[in-house]
């Protein structure tokens, strides 16, 4: 059975999914966090690729039936049924084999995780910030789609609306893997609130979205960090102005700073100022990774790369072109209101093509 080469790797493939399905009921390594974690994301990625090797290894056995039965069966009936079996099951494996390849191809471990959104306004004054606040009720609306989790850690409004920059965490399943696509800059064409003469104008606005970091994935020791305590400027009630809840945390090695004022309870501000100051060391080492890969990929933007346009909004004529793989559609007021499915689908296509050129399996 040459032709069906990736039977091959079936075996190792259930072998190592039976050492993994052993080792996560395991009480030395449920106590190990870090290991238990890594085994449990390997041990989800291998049921799928057993499942679906088990129906290509269906699709062959159909097939390999359906050919004995032609040449012993000498009812036309059976023949017959023979021959559908065999055209239909040859008909799904090159789609399965594509499948199949592309879950052996290592998947990026950070794809699973939960990540952090950031927004800023770029060029073009009052409208990019109201842009920026465009930008992010579309997240908002399509994470609610997703059933993902939203929740704002630090805002600064802009004057005439919007945000001059927000930061969020979104969590759910798989979201890096989804939001990543949305990094770079994006552009809006349209005619300003302010503007009376009804010119068209261009503003821009920056998305850089980064894969969180766990506890285990960044060491934090207290004495590199500098803690200050002060009062929230945003919304969020009369207590918000009045108590000394909102963290600003610097990290002295680096001269990373993080501030979160978005809750009331100053423990709780400090929670998820830690979770993004364990983000962002964590991301200046990803950030490597995400070079290289932006070189080859188009699909991806290095977060580093600020001036990368991946995407423009033209609002006079309803229309969303993705730069990154020459896609346009006109149904602007729809993406804007949170349907960035088409564009995402299309991007992780694209990429999918990448990944599978490069590990040529």
């Known amino acids: 059975m040459a032709e069906y080469a990736l039977l091959e790797k079936f075996e190792s493939i259930k072998h190592r999914f039976s050492e993994v399905e052993k080792q996560i009921t395991d ?11 890594k085994l449990n994301q390997e041990y989800k990625h291998l049921q799928k ?34 021959r559908e079996e065999i055209e239909e099951s040859e008909k799904r494996i090159p789609e399965i084999e594509k499948e199949v390849k592309l879950l052996l191809v290592p998947a990026d471990p950070e794809d699973a995780k939960n990540a952090i959104l950031e927004i800023r306004a770029g060029t073009g004054g009052d409208e ?3 842009f920026a606040g465009d930008l992010f009720r579309m997240y908002s ?38 939001m990543k696509y949305e990094s770079g800059v994006h552009r809006v064409q349209r005619v300003p609130q302010t503007e009376t003469q009804g010119r068209v104008h261009t503003s821009a606005a920056t998305v850089a979205v980064l894969p969180e970091a766990d506890e285990f994935d960044v060491e934090l020791r207290t004495e590199d960090i500098r803690r200050d305590e002060y009062c929230s400027s945003g919304p969020g009630g009369q ?25 009331k309870s100053k ?17 200046m080492e990803y950030q490597k990774y995400i070079d290289e890969i932006s070189s080859k990929r188009k699909t ?62």
Request: proline fraction near 2%; aromatic fraction near 6%.
């Open 27 to 37: 009480p030395e390594v449920i106590a190990d966090m870090q290991r238990y974690v």
């Open 49 to 82: 690729l057993v499942a679906k090797f088990q129906e290509y290894k269906n699709m062959v056995d159909n097939i390999l039936t359906g050919k004995e039965m032609l040449a012993e069966e000498s009812d036309e009936e059976m023949r017959e049924m023979a």
């Open 128 to 130: 990019a910030s109201i």
């Open 141 to 178: 609306k399509f994470c609610e789609q997703k059933g993902w989790r939203l929740e704002v850690t630090n805002a600064n409004e802009g004057t005439a609306g919007g945000f001059k920059e927000i930061v969020a965490n979104i969590t759910g399943e798989g979201v890096y893997g989804v």
């Open 239 to 263: 207590s918000v102005n009045t108590t000394y809840s909102a963290i600003r945390l610097t990290h002295i090695p680096t001269g990373i700073v993080v501030t979160c004022q978005d809750q």
């Open 267 to 283: 423990l709780k501000n400090l929670d998820k100022a830690m979770a993004e100051l364990r983000t962002r060391l964590y991301n």
């Open 300 to 361: 991806m933007v290095s977060t580093g790369d600020r001036s990368a346009k991946i995407r423009t909004y033209n609002w006079p004529q309803g229309r969303v072109t993705d730069h990154r793989i020459n896609l346009t559609l006109y149904n602007l007021q729809a993406i804007i209101g949170g349907e960035i499915d088409e564009i995402i689908d299309k991007l992780m296509i694209e990429e999918n093509a990448a990944k599978l050129k490069e590990a040529e399996i």
